[in-house]
């Protein structure tokens, strides 16, 4: 007898390779029949609490703004300051500002989802919210480097609760309706950080730009502080909306009548009992378990990843043709971006809500980190159209190189769109890695820490990599770079796979 049929059938392992690992149901009962019952009559979907993805929705909207909308003005804001008479080191001190955010936020992270482990989702959602509103008004008022760092620093530390909002959907949310609520939820991270430059870049130094508006002897003497003003009523308004319309959904401290879906802990649906409370679990116990180590693991890869391409691709976008680059002005930059962030907006709308319902998660997130090798080895292939189409008069590109570039851009763009995927992914596999409901904040804050952690470096790696690598005169020598990360992307790649891995082991 052949092992196939002492362990199992035959056409059940065949079907196994055809739909996924083993997570994915096998259409066949035990005679080898095909069997589409679950298939044509498909579990009916839970109805999406809109209130409250609503209110959620907009609450994610707050971390992205107060944290962009500093970014068209920094440079100008430490110039005033007068903080050096050498206008290159103003750049040392933007990136200073422009960090104090993360690195506070990096510490906090994974203590606030803890806490809301205890006390309750909805106070921790609340006070991180009006403390971001606070310090964000408070920056506006800065009149030297401390107070700007301050209010960085603690708007960073309180924007620490995204650990939480994420649990809370995970809460608000079972395996039947969430394929449709993380995509909508997922769209509000780009929105906010369109918004928030918007909001900077159109509101700051509002007495010198629209004087029959704003001439007021206290703009002149705040010139950022309209802009913080406006992005702080936003948080604000998000505070309030949490306080009068989220309910709590941390089941020990859930009301009784309160909203409660059926959770997906562990891969098991079971709801929650609020009669039950355990203690969360701590950072030790967590990454004991191979499917929770897994995911922070490939967390990391994926933000560091994900972040040092966007630096890579604009410091490419930038340098000159003969060093590697495109020789791109800071608006067509701008238009690359902008395109970047309507195929993600695409994608999440279009895209995330049927792989999430047709695929198996772990596959998908592997599939997504999968693309990133090529999102860095195709960027040389750019600079070789452009070099191959200069006009020899010019010394530009021609208009049919160009067009080129831009069709290069665009595809280029939408594979590392489709790679940033793996976030909604992750959180759906995050909600699933928890051991139990009372240690969902405490998973989703480790998770969250460890990419944050790769956010805060990431940057200053790919930049400083590709500056090494643009040193040299040999053209080869220009892409190493290009080695470099596409190695790292296969070791993110291999680290994902160990998702899959994980999942079996919690059978």
Not at 74 to 82: A, F, G, K, P
Not at 211 to 236: E, H, I, T
Not at 321 to 346: C, D, M, P, T
Request: glycine share 8%; aromatic share 12%; hydrophobic share 45%.
């Amino acid at each position: 007898m052949s092992a196939s049929t002492s362990s199992e059938p035959a056409y059940k392992d065949a079907a196994r390779r055809v739909f996924g690992d083993e997570e994915q149901k096998i259409p066949f009962d035990d005679h080898g029949h095909y069997n589409d019952h679950d298939r044509v009559h498909p579990q009916e979907a839970t109805p999406l609490p809109k209130m409250q993805l609503l209110t959620l929705c907009s609450v994610r909207l707050v971390d992205p703004i107060a944290f962009t909308q500093i970014f068209p003005y920094v440079n100008e804001m430490m110039e005033r300051l007068h903080l050096t008479n050498d206008p290159s080191k103003i750049g040392f001190y933007s990136g200073l500002v422009e960090s104090s955010f993360a690195i506070s936020q990096l510490f906090t992270i994974y203590h606030w989802a803890r806490i809301s482990d205890r006390i309750g989702r909805k106070p921790v959602v609340l006070a991180g919210i009006f403390g971001i509103g606070l310090s964000t008004i408070l920056l506006g008022l800065a009149h030297s480097l401390g107070v700007v760092l301050l209010a960085r620093s603690i708007a960073g530390f309180f924007s620490g609760n995204i650990a939480v909002i994420h649990s809370v959907l995970g809460e608000l949310t079972d395996s039947t309706n969430q394929a449709v609520a993380f995509p909508i939820y997922g769209l509000f991270w780009p929105l906010g950080a369109i918004i928030g430059p918007l909001l900077g870049g159109t509101f700051s130094n509002p007495a010198e730009r629209f004087p029959n508006v704003f001439d007021y002897a206290f703009l002149k003497a705040y010139p950022y502080f309209l802009p913080c003003f406006v992005a702080g009523c936003v948080s604000l308004c998000g505070a309030a909306l949490v306080y009068f319309c989220l309910e709590e959904t941390l089941p020990s401290k859930r009301h009784r009548g309160d909203y409660v879906p059926m959770r997906q802990v562990g891969g098991e649906h079971r709801p929650a009992d609020p009669e039950k409370p355990q203690e969360p679990a701590s950072i030790r116990s967590l990454l004991a378990i191979p499917l929770v180590k897994a995911l922070c693991l490939s967390g990391f890869a994926l933000a560091f990843l994900n972040t040092g391409f966007d630096v890579t691709f604009v410091l490419f976008s930038y340098s000159a043709i003969e060093r590697g680059g495109l020789n791109f002005e800071a608006s067509q930059i701008g238009y690359a971006l902008a395109i970047s962030g309507v195929v993600s907006v695409l994608l999440q709308l279009f895209c995330m809500p049927y792989l999430l319902r047709r695929f198996d998660h772990a596959r998908t997130y592997n599939t997504c980190m999968a693309i990133w090798p090529f999102c860095y080895a195709l960027m040389p292939g750019l600079n070789l159209i452009a070099r191959g189409g200069l006009d020899p008069e010019t010394g530009a590109p021609t208009p049919a190189a160009r067009a080129f570039i831009w069709m290069g851009i665009a595809g280029l763009l939408m594979l590392a769109r489709t790679a940033c995927l793996a976030y909604s992914v992750s959180m759906i596999l995050v909600k699933e890695s928890a051991p139990d409901p009372s240690s969902l904040g405490a998973t989703n804050g480790l998770c969250q820490f460890f990419m944050c952690f790769a956010r805060s470096f990431s940057p200053a790696f790919a930049s400083s990599l590709f500056a090494f690598a643009n040193g040299f005169d040999a053209v080869i020598m220009r892409y190493s770079w290009v080695l470099v990360m596409a190695i790292i992307s296969f070791l993110g790649t291999t680290l994902s796979r160990r998702i899959a891995e994980g999942r079996r082991a919690r059978r």
